[in-house]
C-alpha cells in the first residue's frame, strides 16, 4: 500500500511539474473562460486572449452585421413614418 502512495505522490509532482513548465503556453478565453492549450487554439487579438469557438461566433454576428444595420434603418424608417408630426 505504501508503494502504491508514493508512487501516485510521484505522478502527482510529475504533473505538477509539468504543467508548470506548460503554463506559459496557456491562455483563459476573454468570453468563455475556457483554459486553451493544445486541443483548443486560442488567437490573441490585442492584449486579450480568444478561443476558436468564441472568435467563430463572432465571427457569423460580424458577417451579419449588415442586416442589422438594414433593419434598424428600416424601424427608424417606419417609426419616423408612423409618429404623428408636430404640425
Known amino acids: 500500500m505504501d508503494k502504491m502512495v508514493m508512487k501516485s505522490l510521484l505522478e502527482s509532482m510529475k504533473m505538477d511539474a509539468y504543467v508548470e513548465n506548460r503554463i506559459s503556453e496557456m491562455h483563459v478565453c476573454f468570453f468563455c473562460e475556457r483554459i486553451?492549450?493544445?486541443h483548443l487554439p486560442m488567437k490573441r487579438v490585442g492584449n486579450k486572449w480568444i478561443c476558436i469557438d468564441c472568435l467563430r461566433e463572432l465571427k457569423e454576428a460580424l458577417d451579419s452585421l449588415d442586416e442589422w444595420e438594414q433593419?434598424?434603418?428600416l424601424?427608424?424608417?417606419?417609426k419616423k413614418?408612423?409618429?404623428?408630426k408636430g404640425d
Open 36 to 38: 486553451g492549450y493544445k
Open 71 to 73: 433593419e434598424i434603418a
Open 75 to 78: 424601424r427608424e424608417e417606419l
Open 81 to 84: 413614418n408612423i409618429e404623428p
